[in-house]
C-alpha cells in the first residue's frame, strides 16, 4: 500500500514557476513508477509527466515539455515536478499517482492517487 500526499501549490503570474511535492509512505514506492496528472474546471483528468522507479527516465505530455521537469528522491520518498514558464493554461489540480508501470498516459493504469493540490496561474 502506498500513499501520497501533494504540496506545494499556489496562484503564480504567467511565467512564473512552482514546484510540487509528492511525499509517499509505504516502503515499497521506490519499487513504483510516479506520475503527475491534472485536472482543470469541466475538463478531464490529463497526463503531464512520470518517472520510472529509478528516476533513470521520464515522460512528458508535449503541452508541458521544456517547461516541467519531474524527478525523484527515493531516499526521501518523494516525487517533485519544478514547473517553469507557466501559463494560464496550466491552472488545474494537479494530483500524483503511482503504477507499478512506466511510461503509462492512461490514468486506470495508476493504483494509488494523492489528494491533489490546486495551481492557479494568472495572466
Known amino acids: 500500500q502506498v500513499q501520497l500526499v501533494e504540496s506545494g501549490g499556489g496562484l503564480v503570474q504567467a511565467g512564473g514557476s512552482l514546484r510540487l511535492s509528492c511525499a509517499a509512505s509505504?516502503?515499497?514506492?521506490?519499487?513504483?513508477?510516479t506520475g503527475w496528472f491534472r485536472q482543470a474546471p469541466g475538463k478531464e483528468r490529463e497526463f503531464v509527466a512520470a518517472i520510472c522507479w529509478s528516476g533513470g527516465m521520464t515522460y512528458y505530455a508535449d503541452s508541458v515539455k521544456g517547461r516541467f521537469t519531474i524527478s525523484r528522491d527515493n531516499a526521501k520518498n518523494t516525487v517533485y515536478l519544478q514547473m517553469d514558464s507557466l501559463k494560464p493554461e496550466d491552472t488545474a489540480v494537479y494530483y500524483c499517482a503511482a503504477s507499478q508501470r512506466f511510461g503509462v498516459r492512461g490514468s486506470a493504469a495508476y493504483d494509488f492517487w494523492g489528494q491533489g493540490t490546486q495551481v492557479t496561474v494568472s495572466s
Open positions: 509505504g516502503r515499497t514506492f521506490s519499487s513504483y513508477a
